[in-house]
T-cell receptor
Framework: EPEVTQTPSHQVTQMGQEVILRCVPISNHLYFYWYRQILGQKVEFLVSFYNNEISEKSEIFDDQFSVERPDGSNFTLKIRSTKLEDSAMYFC????????????FGEGSRLTVL | SQKIEQNSEALNIQEGKTATLTCNYTNYSPAYLQWYRQDPGRGPVFLLLIRENEKEKRKERLKVTFDTTLKQSLFHITASQPADSATYLCALGAADKLIFGTGTRLQVFP
Protein backbone atom coordinates (compact mmCIF):
# COMPACT_ATOMS: atom_id res chain seq x y z
CA GLU A 1 0.00 0.00 0.00
CA PRO A 2 1.38 3.44 -0.92
CA GLU A 3 2.61 5.48 2.01
CA VAL A 4 4.14 8.82 2.89
CA THR A 5 7.73 8.44 4.04
CA GLN A 6 9.66 10.90 6.17
CA THR A 7 13.32 11.28 7.03
CA PRO A 8 14.98 11.55 9.43
CA SER A 9 12.85 9.85 12.06
CA HIS A 10 14.68 11.78 14.77
CA GLN A 11 17.01 14.76 14.58
CA VAL A 12 18.81 16.50 17.40
CA THR A 13 20.21 19.95 16.68
CA GLN A 14 21.63 22.95 18.45
CA MET A 15 19.62 26.13 18.76
CA GLY A 16 20.30 28.43 15.81
CA GLN A 17 21.14 25.63 13.39
CA GLU A 18 19.30 25.00 10.14
CA VAL A 19 17.28 21.84 9.78
CA ILE A 20 15.74 20.22 6.71
CA LEU A 21 13.04 17.60 7.10
CA ARG A 22 12.26 15.48 4.09
CA CYS A 23 9.11 13.80 2.88
CA VAL A 24 8.18 11.63 -0.07
CA PRO A 25 4.42 11.98 -0.61
CA ILE A 26 2.30 9.35 -2.33
CA SER A 27 3.10 9.54 -6.02
CA ASN A 28 -0.27 10.50 -7.53
CA HIS A 29 -1.14 13.01 -4.81
CA LEU A 30 -1.34 16.70 -5.65
CA TYR A 31 -1.64 18.39 -2.26
CA PHE A 32 1.08 18.38 0.36
CA TYR A 33 1.09 19.52 3.96
CA TRP A 34 3.26 19.95 7.01
CA TYR A 35 1.85 19.71 10.51
CA ARG A 36 3.60 19.74 13.84
CA GLN A 37 2.72 18.29 17.24
CA ILE A 38 4.45 19.46 20.37
CA LEU A 39 4.59 16.67 22.93
CA GLY A 40 1.21 16.22 24.59
CA GLN A 41 -0.46 18.87 22.46
CA LYS A 42 -2.65 18.92 19.39
CA VAL A 43 -1.69 18.46 15.76
CA GLU A 44 -1.16 21.98 14.38
CA PHE A 45 -1.34 23.02 10.74
CA LEU A 46 1.78 24.69 9.34
CA VAL A 47 1.42 24.89 5.57
CA SER A 48 -0.31 23.45 2.52
CA PHE A 49 1.30 23.29 -0.91
CA TYR A 50 -0.26 22.80 -4.32
CA ASN A 51 0.93 23.33 -7.87
CA ASN A 52 4.41 24.26 -6.68
CA GLU A 53 3.34 27.03 -4.40
CA ILE A 54 2.07 27.59 -0.88
CA SER A 55 -1.72 27.64 -0.86
CA GLU A 56 -2.22 28.33 2.82
CA LYS A 57 -0.02 28.84 5.89
CA SER A 58 -0.60 29.38 9.58
CA GLU A 59 0.77 32.07 11.85
CA ILE A 60 3.30 29.52 13.11
CA PHE A 61 4.83 29.35 9.62
CA ASP A 62 6.90 32.53 9.86
CA ASP A 63 9.97 33.63 7.91
CA GLN A 64 12.09 30.97 9.61
CA PHE A 65 10.16 28.27 7.77
CA SER A 66 10.16 27.41 4.10
CA VAL A 67 8.95 24.54 1.96
CA GLU A 68 10.16 23.26 -1.35
CA ARG A 69 9.44 20.54 -3.85
CA PRO A 70 12.89 20.31 -5.41
CA ASP A 71 12.06 17.41 -7.74
CA GLY A 72 9.09 15.26 -8.67
CA SER A 73 9.11 13.24 -5.48
CA ASN A 74 10.49 15.09 -2.45
CA PHE A 75 8.78 17.73 -0.34
CA THR A 76 10.95 19.46 2.25
CA LEU A 77 10.48 21.68 5.27
CA LYS A 78 13.38 23.92 6.21
CA ILE A 79 13.76 25.71 9.51
CA ARG A 80 16.49 28.31 9.10
CA SER A 81 17.49 29.06 12.66
CA THR A 82 15.96 26.63 15.12
CA LYS A 83 14.63 27.70 18.51
CA LEU A 84 13.99 25.59 21.58
CA GLU A 85 10.25 25.90 20.99
CA ASP A 86 10.60 24.27 17.55
CA SER A 87 11.10 20.95 19.32
CA ALA A 88 8.16 18.83 18.16
CA MET A 89 7.09 15.97 15.94
CA TYR A 90 6.71 17.18 12.37
CA PHE A 91 4.25 15.31 10.17
CA CYS A 92 4.12 15.44 6.42
CA UNK A 93 0.83 14.57 4.71
CA UNK A 94 -0.49 14.35 1.19
CA UNK A 95 -3.88 14.05 -0.48
CA UNK A 96 -5.23 13.47 -3.97
CA UNK A 97 -7.70 16.27 -3.80
CA UNK A 98 -8.45 18.75 -1.05
CA UNK A 99 -12.23 18.65 -1.30
CA UNK A 100 -12.31 14.86 -0.98
CA UNK A 101 -10.24 15.36 2.03
CA UNK A 102 -8.52 12.23 3.23
CA UNK A 103 -4.98 13.08 4.31
CA UNK A 104 -2.32 10.41 4.39
CA PHE A 105 0.26 11.11 7.08
CA GLY A 106 3.83 9.98 7.41
CA GLU A 107 5.20 8.60 10.66
CA GLY A 108 6.78 11.91 11.54
CA SER A 109 10.20 13.40 12.18
CA ARG A 110 10.96 14.14 15.79
CA LEU A 111 13.01 17.33 16.12
CA THR A 112 14.82 18.04 19.37
CA VAL A 113 16.45 21.47 19.70
CA LEU A 114 19.01 21.81 22.47
CA SER B 1 -12.17 33.04 17.99
CA GLN B 2 -12.29 29.72 16.18
CA LYS B 3 -12.24 26.62 18.35
CA ILE B 4 -12.53 22.87 17.93
CA GLU B 5 -13.15 21.20 21.26
CA GLN B 6 -13.00 17.55 22.15
CA ASN B 7 -13.29 15.96 25.57
CA SER B 8 -9.91 16.58 27.12
CA GLU B 9 -10.45 13.89 29.71
CA ALA B 10 -9.69 10.33 28.72
CA LEU B 11 -12.67 8.11 28.07
CA ASN B 12 -12.48 4.73 29.77
CA ILE B 13 -14.95 2.04 28.79
CA GLN B 14 -15.37 -1.68 29.06
CA GLU B 15 -14.86 -3.97 26.11
CA GLY B 16 -18.06 -4.60 24.18
CA LYS B 17 -19.64 -1.25 25.07
CA THR B 18 -20.19 1.66 22.69
CA ALA B 19 -17.75 4.54 22.94
CA THR B 20 -19.11 7.99 22.06
CA LEU B 21 -16.72 10.87 21.45
CA THR B 22 -17.77 14.47 20.97
CA CYS B 23 -16.41 17.24 18.78
CA ASN B 24 -17.79 20.77 19.11
CA TYR B 25 -16.68 23.72 17.05
CA THR B 26 -17.27 27.47 17.02
CA ASN B 27 -16.80 30.14 14.37
CA TYR B 28 -16.25 27.65 11.58
CA SER B 29 -18.45 26.73 8.64
CA PRO B 30 -16.73 23.56 7.49
CA ALA B 31 -17.63 21.88 4.24
CA TYR B 32 -16.79 18.57 5.90
CA LEU B 33 -15.50 17.00 9.06
CA GLN B 34 -13.12 14.09 9.43
CA TRP B 35 -12.10 11.72 12.19
CA TYR B 36 -8.63 10.29 12.61
CA ARG B 37 -7.01 7.82 14.94
CA GLN B 38 -3.57 8.50 16.41
CA ASP B 39 -1.48 5.96 18.29
CA PRO B 40 1.40 7.16 20.53
CA GLY B 41 4.36 8.37 18.50
CA ARG B 42 2.59 7.71 15.17
CA GLY B 43 0.97 9.84 12.51
CA PRO B 44 -2.82 10.27 12.38
CA VAL B 45 -4.72 7.68 10.35
CA PHE B 46 -7.91 8.62 8.51
CA LEU B 47 -11.13 6.91 9.62
CA LEU B 48 -14.19 8.70 8.24
CA LEU B 49 -15.28 11.84 6.41
CA ILE B 50 -18.76 13.36 6.63
CA ARG B 51 -19.93 16.30 4.53
CA GLU B 52 -22.08 19.20 5.69
CA ASN B 53 -25.12 17.86 3.83
CA GLU B 54 -24.82 14.41 5.42
CA LYS B 55 -26.32 13.58 8.78
CA GLU B 56 -24.67 10.24 9.41
CA LYS B 57 -21.93 8.02 8.00
CA ARG B 58 -21.06 4.44 8.90
CA LYS B 59 -18.08 2.20 8.33
CA GLU B 60 -18.03 -1.21 9.96
CA ARG B 61 -18.20 -0.56 13.75
CA LEU B 62 -17.79 3.20 13.34
CA LYS B 63 -20.53 5.80 13.04
CA VAL B 64 -20.23 9.56 12.70
CA THR B 65 -22.97 12.16 12.93
CA PHE B 66 -22.71 15.79 11.92
CA ASP B 67 -25.10 18.47 13.14
CA THR B 68 -24.26 21.82 11.54
CA THR B 69 -26.94 23.58 13.60
CA LEU B 70 -25.48 22.40 16.90
CA LYS B 71 -21.96 22.63 15.41
CA GLN B 72 -21.22 19.19 16.71
CA SER B 73 -20.08 15.79 15.54
CA LEU B 74 -20.41 12.56 17.47
CA PHE B 75 -18.15 9.59 16.81
CA HIS B 76 -19.31 6.16 17.93
CA ILE B 77 -17.40 2.89 18.14
CA THR B 78 -19.73 -0.02 18.75
CA ALA B 79 -18.65 -3.33 20.30
CA SER B 80 -15.40 -1.68 21.38
CA GLN B 81 -12.22 -3.73 21.72
CA PRO B 82 -8.94 -3.11 23.58
CA ALA B 83 -7.34 -2.62 20.15
CA ASP B 84 -9.53 0.48 19.73
CA SER B 85 -7.54 2.20 22.50
CA ALA B 86 -5.97 5.29 20.96
CA THR B 87 -6.44 9.05 20.67
CA TYR B 88 -9.20 10.09 18.29
CA LEU B 89 -8.97 13.43 16.51
CA CYS B 90 -11.69 15.36 14.78
CA ALA B 91 -10.67 17.73 12.01
CA LEU B 92 -12.52 20.41 10.05
CA GLY B 93 -11.97 21.24 6.41
CA ALA B 94 -11.39 24.98 6.09
CA ALA B 95 -10.01 26.50 2.89
CA ASP B 96 -6.87 24.60 1.86
CA LYS B 97 -6.20 23.06 5.24
CA LEU B 98 -7.49 20.63 7.80
CA ILE B 99 -7.65 21.94 11.36
CA PHE B 100 -7.48 19.38 14.17
CA GLY B 101 -9.09 19.31 17.56
CA THR B 102 -7.18 18.44 20.69
CA GLY B 103 -8.18 14.77 20.57
CA THR B 104 -9.80 12.43 23.05
CA ARG B 105 -7.89 9.48 24.44
CA LEU B 106 -9.97 6.31 24.52
CA GLN B 107 -9.01 3.40 26.74
CA VAL B 108 -10.96 0.16 26.32
CA PHE B 109 -10.57 -2.31 29.19
CA PRO B 110 -11.04 -6.06 28.79
Amino acid sequence: EPEVTQTPSHQVTQMGQEVILRCVPISNHLYFYWYRQILGQKVEFLVSFYNNEISEKSEIFDDQFSVERPDGSNFTLKIRSTKLEDSAMYFCASSVDFTNGELFFGEGSRLTVL
Amino acid sequence: SQKIEQNSEALNIQEGKTATLTCNYTNYSPAYLQWYRQDPGRGPVFLLLIRENEKEKRKERLKVTFDTTLKQSLFHITASQPADSATYLCALGAADKLIFGTGTRLQVFP
